[in-house]
């Protein structure tokens, strides 16, 4: 029989558990508390028009650092990685808190995505390591679940802390949080080996990370005539990943698949959420909770179907077809021209459904490829693509708005309190840019072989207290 999610309650996985899910919390929540304040913030040191540098600042640094982290558990152990992503936190939670400028608080949340770069690499790193094969998948499924709990307490937490302690409070709440977490940390890596130091000495890859960053920020201005500067960077790129030894993403048939599946998904899920708000809000003439519901409802699909994934009993390259099928047909949904409010709102739902049924079996599909010592780097991939995708379809869905409307329609809609129907056919024409993305990644998981062989070999494990010592947990 297949275990259950308690075994992961239980010596020795509980405290390791814990860690890995205080980590994806803390990085999850850390962003939407910030992007709740940020409008407050603005209006009290200056900057409105400065609020997306201020978004899009992490964004890029964490498609830098994921790639990098990876390498760092494969070399070091997930203690290093832990190690200074905490650091990097502090200084960035320091920095925002007592930020003068929304030009400081764009530099503190850049800090913060190199962090987050490596914090969120520590639960995929601790899972890939010291968990064995058959609870990996419920792993995975809770760290993702995680992401779903994290955004419903983000944005209330962000907007209760603004509303009364001020906004500066949404740097200063994360320092007791980091220590709760390091502390958690320091008492899991005590029950688990650390990695010895790599023996095969491959050059650690910077050049490759720097211009997949480089790809993305084009694609977050505001200005679509810089889009096309991403491409430079992303020729380069792929001559790069051709040539190293140490490439980003392994070059290998299952991962590549996975990875593609990724960021398509990626692409599709978080293209459409871009205008969703506008069509319901502006569109529509709907309140500001409907927004938000549509948002949870979306949140509470990709937790049940990270949740329910494990309990499907099919294999990964199923799982993830399904997966990016759901998500496929629910944007495509999105884009009938019936319904009202009801039906782009519910097909959401379901796209956040089908996010949370492939996310777990990526990570085993990338695990599949048995590249001992190269956990950290396979798992690490995963978000990396995804993070990639957003910024595709983050810019293909403003471009294929703006071509949509007339400058005067879009004017009209930047006005406060604004009620034009005439942004609705727009915003469905992202839907269908993003469902052309998503078919991508259809294509890409009938790639996947799936033999339903364990994922990589058997987990380190030791008997708790066998010598792993303090200071080498703590990533020294």
Not at 45 to 74: E, F, K, N, W, Y
Not at 441 to 464: K, Y
């Amino acid at each position: 029989m297949a275990p259950s999610y308690a075994a992961l309650l239980r010596p020795p996985y509980r405290a390791l558990l814990i860690t890995a899910l205080g980590a994806t919390f803390l990085g999850a929540v850390d962003a939407l508390m910030v992007v709740t304040a940020l409008p407050t913030a603005a209006q009290e040191i200056g900057g409105v028009d400065r609020i997306a540098l201020a978004v899009g600042a992490s964004m890029v640094t964490i498609v830098m650092t994921l790639p990098v982290a990876g390498s760092v558990i494969d070399r070091y152990g997930v203690g290093r990685s832990f190690g200074i992503a905490c650091v990097l936190f502090i200084v960035a939670n320091v920095l925002g808190g007592v930020a003068g400028s929304m030009e400081m608080v764009a530099f503190a949340r850049a800090i913060l995505g190199l962090g987050a770069g490596f914090m969120f690499a520590v639960p995929l790193g601790l899972f890939a390591l010291y968990v064995p094969d058959d609870l990996r998948p419920r792993a995975f499924g809770l760290n993702a679940a995680m992401w779903g709990v994290a955004a419903i307490i983000g944005a209330a937490l962000g907007a209760a802390l603004t509303g009364t302690l001020g906004w500066r409070w949404v740097f200063w709440i994360n320092l007791p949080m980091i220590a709760a977490i390091a502390w958690s940390a320091w008492t899991a890596m005590r029950a688990h080996p650390q990695r010895p130091a790599e023996p095969e000495h491959r050059p650690l890859n910077l050049i490759g990370p720097v211009l997949l960053g480089l790809s993305v920020a084009p694609l977050l201005a505001s200005e679509h005539w810089i889009v096309p500067l991403a491409i430079v960077p992303a020729v380069l790129f792929f001559f790069h990943e051709r040539s190293t030894a140490s490439p980003v993403f392994t070059h290998r048939r299952i991962s590549l698949a996975a990875n593609v599946a990724a960021f398509s998904a990626g692409a599709a899920f978080l293209g459409a959420e871009v205008y969703l708000p506008v069509q319901l809000q502006v569109g529509l003439g709907e309140p500001i909770w409907v927004v938000g519901s549509a948002l949870v409802l979306a949140t509470i699909g990709w937790t049940t179907g990270s949740m329910s994934a494990a309990r499907l009993g099919i294999g990964f390259g199923e799982q993830i077809f399904w997966g990016t099928t759901i998500v496929f047909a629910g944007t495509l949904v999105m884009a009938v021209p019936a319904g009202g409010p009801v039906v782009p709102i519910l097909a959401y739902g379901v796209a956040g459904l089908g996010m949370g049924v492939a996310s777990p079996a990526l990570f085993t599909a990338v695990l599949a490829d048995k590249r001992e010592g190269r956990e950290g780097q396979a798992t690490s991939s995963i978000p990396l693509a995804r993070q990639a995708g957003a910024g595709l379809g983050t810019a293909i869905a403003g471009l294929v708005f703006e071509s949509s409307l007339s400058e005067s329609t879009i004017r009209a809609a930047e006005k406060a309190g604004a009620h034009v129907p005439a942004v609705v056919p727009g915003a469905r024409h992202t839907y269908v840019a993003a469902a052309a993305l998503g078919a991508i990644g259809v294509i890409a998981s009938r790639w996947l072989r799936d033999d339903r062989e364990p994922a990589v070999l058997p987990a380190r494990e030791v008997p708790v207290g066998s010598g792993t010592s303090g200071t080498r947990a703590r990533g020294s």
